[in-house]
């Protein structure tokens, strides 16, 4: 069995005197997804930013594509091209239009030549379904748009690992249905995805690994059977509330 | 001061004096001139608009030598013959007010809408609004920006030495020619006008930062 | 002593007067380059240098802004003269006009480099663009374009600040109203032309400024949001 592609193990986490990580482990092995739920609070979307190093951890282990995180001298922008993220803002470069928000990294940091990012912004934005938007601006888009644009752009990076960080939460209810297909469509690519979300059903129907976290913890772990028979009180009551 | 005689301290001394008195003429007429011209700006007839936003263009677009010299020979042509201070005086204050009535404008601007409808519906007549609403609003947001615009007005009246009024760019010229110090004359110069903006300008910031925080708080 | 309007000396001077504006143009152009990229740095500095490096860009900042452009002509052009240091009134002038449109570019740029959404640095780097990177390619040309108007408009303040650059001699068409008027006596008829001429020039400007904000910012272009 091959190593996992991303590992806690017992990750501390601390902004200032509150401790929003406390202890957590968990594996991830490649080509699986798996989802991170919990109310807000919880710590799922800080766990997240950890993976590619948006947030430092305290103590504990974090090994990420073979890189200790923990350690000193990670090469952070070298990380950050095994590991793609799309938020929850998308966070589109509003000057570029998409094809060069889709271009811009693959020219600059991995060095392609134009033509060949061009190919390449044509071949992700094909896969999220919008190659008729290269030479739009990110204002003329739908949210929906937008964030596919987001992943295509992550994609772009031909990342070993995508980081979801509720991608569909601020999104009008008629626009996460696009989005969702997206993720699907990769997850059957078995591209490695850790996603935070709120959408339970769409956790159920993709993930391979449910990690429900609660206070800082991994609190419950299981396949897509343990929404539907949850052992802790706290998940029950997470469950029932979504209903 | 360094190889100054006390007299040519004293002289440059006596310029910044001309200087203060200038630039507070400049604002002062400035301001005076200027507010009916910002409520031009902002009136709801298109006309009265369109007229105002044109003069102040006229005169934004016209460097502030060539106006000093406009009013200076202008006056000359009319058969008057007046003093160097009034033609800069009339000069700096055309000048404040093209530029007060802009930057208040934008301040009249930046009364929330509500506020006007508000004052609608407890039937005030639209100069009680203004006055005893949106004013007092617009002055507080206006302060910094104003007390920042001050900074130019008090650099600006350097160029009054076109007309040789004796303000403290003038004098250095003086002190400059019969002393023949230039480097420690203008250094002086220089000097003075720091003190007398620099205290201003960071006024200006420190007014326009609590007033944000205020702002922010409100939301 | 009342007079009358009397224009007739144009016929003789048309030629020094179109010079003038010649010379303004060609000052105004050679100050606002160096100034501008200047300002740029200066803003960076302030941004994003260490400690020191965004304490001296801010002394620098603070000394231009709180005195006149005069007394640094005068300083940049006796001053350094007396110490040795000679420039020609050409020069110092360009000089002054660029230090001073520096200072006021960095204040300008540096307020649109503080403007950029978190989330944009945050993407950035995580697509694994390097800082420089980042600035050049996400923040800088976001920031120019959002400050863009008050860069137009200091531009233009700066143009007509060349207009005092004769007192030290340099040339321009301030100084070539000055020379016309002490021939012919008509000093009013030749500063109402010379407004005149600089009212024209400012529109000019602005009109080829915001052009050129056109082609470079193609999104305004494309989506029709004014600037």
């Known amino acids: 069995m091959t190593d996992p592609i991303v590992k806690f193990e017992d990750v501390h986490k601390r902004f200032g005197t509150l401790e929003v990580l406390k202890g957590i482990s968990l594996s991830v092995e490649e080509g699986k997804v798996v989802a991170l739920l919990g109310r807000s609070g919880s710590g799922k979307s800080t766990a997240l930013r950890c993976v590619n190093g948006l947030e430092k951890i305290a103590s504990g282990s974090l090994t990420v594509c073979g890189r200790e995180l923990g350690k000193m001298n990670v090469d952070l922008r070298r990380l950050r091209q095994d590991v793609g993220i799309v938020f929850q803002s998308y966070n589109l470069f509003p000057h570029l239009t998409v094809a060069q928000n889709v271009m811009l990294a693959p020219i600059r940091v991995r060095k392609l030549s134009k033509s060949d990012a061009g190919k390449l912004a044509e071949h992700v934005l094909d896969r999220v379904g919008l190659s008729d938007k290269l030479s739009c601006y990110p204002e003329q888009l739908s949210g929906g748009q937008q964030q596919r644009v987001a992943i295509a752009r992550s994609l772009a990076m031909q990342p070993r690992v995508l980081l979801l960080d509720e991608v569909t939460s601020a999104l009008d209810p008629e626009l996460t249905g696009e989005v969702l297909r997206v993720i699907e469509s990769l997850a059957r690519e078995r591209m490695t995805m850790i996603l935070v979300t709120h959408e339970m059903g769409f956790a159920r129907k993709v993930a391979d690994q449910i990690v429900f976290m609660h206070q800082g913890r991994v609190w419950e772990t299981g396949d897509r059977s343990l929404l539907a028979n949850p052992q802790t009180q706290e998940l029950t009551q997470f469950v029932e509330s979504d209903l | 001061m360094l190889n100054l005689t006390t007299q040519q301290s004293l002289f440059i001394l006596q310029g910044a004096g001309w200087t203060i008195l200038l630039s507070l003429i400049g604002f002062v007429g400035g301001s005076l001139l200027g507010l009916p011209l910002a409520l031009g700006l902002t009136a709801k007839s298109m006309a009265t608009r369109l007229a105002t936003g044109f003069g102040i263009n006229v005169v934004q677009g016209i460097p502030l030598p060539i106006l000093m010299f406009a009013v200076y020979f202008g006056a000359g042509l009319a058969g008057f013959d007046p003093p160097t201070l009034a033609a800069a005086a009339l000069a700096m204050t055309a000048y404040s007010a093209a530029f007060l009535a802009e930057i208040w404008k934008g301040c009249i601007r930046a009364v929330p809408r509500l506020q006007w409808e508000a004052a609608d519906c407890l039937a005030l007549t639209s100069l009680d609004t203004l006055r005893l609403v949106i004013l007092p609003q617009a002055v507080r947001i206006a302060t910094p920006p104003t007390i920042g615009f001050f900074v130019q007005i008090v650099k600006n009246t350097s160029y009054a030495v076109v007309l040789a009024f004796m303000e403290l760019t003038y004098s250095a010229r003086i002190v400059n020619n019969n002393s023949n110090e230039p480097f420690v004359v203008f250094t002086i110069a220089g000097a003075l006008y720091f003190l007398i903006c620099f205290p201003l300008s960071k006024l200006s910031r420190r007014l326009e930062r609590s007033f944000g925080k205020t702002r922010e708080a409100a939301k | ?227």
Do not use: K
């Open chain 3, 1 to 227: 002593m009342a007079g009358e309007l009397d224009f007739g000396f144009l016929s003789d001077y048309w030629p020094a007067i179109a010079w003038g504006v010649v010379w303004t143009f060609v000052m105004t152009v050679a100050s606002l380059i160096p100034g501008a990229a200047f300002g740029v740095l200066c803003a960076l500095a302030r941004v994003y240098g260490s400690p020191t490096i965004a304490r001296i860009a801010a002394v620098y900042v603070e000394v231009i802004r709180n005195t006149p452009s005069l007394i640094q002509a005068f300083w940049l052009f006796f001053g350094l003269a007396s110490l040795g240091l000679r420039l020609s009134p050409f020069m110092a002038a360009v000089l002054a006009l660029s230090i001073n449109f520096a200072a006021y570019v960095g204040e300008i740029i540096r307020a649109g480099l503080e403007a950029t959404p978190h989330g944009e640095i945050e993407a950035a780097d995580c697509l694994g663009l390097s800082p420089l990177q980042r600035i050049t390619a996400i923040e800088l040309p976001q920031a120019i374009e959002r400050v863009f108007p008050a860069l137009v408009g200091q531009s233009i303040l700066m143009m007509l600040s060349t207009s005092i650059m004769y007192q030290i001699s340099a040339e321009e068409l301030t100084g070539v109203a000055w020379y016309i008027q002490s021939f012919t006596f008509r000093s009013f008829e030749i500063y109402m032309i010379v407004a005149a001429l600089y009212i024209g020039m400012t529109g000019l400007m602005r009109a080829a400024l915001s052009s050129v904000g056109l082609l470079v910012f193609t999104r305004y272009r494309r989506l029709r949001t004014p600037l």
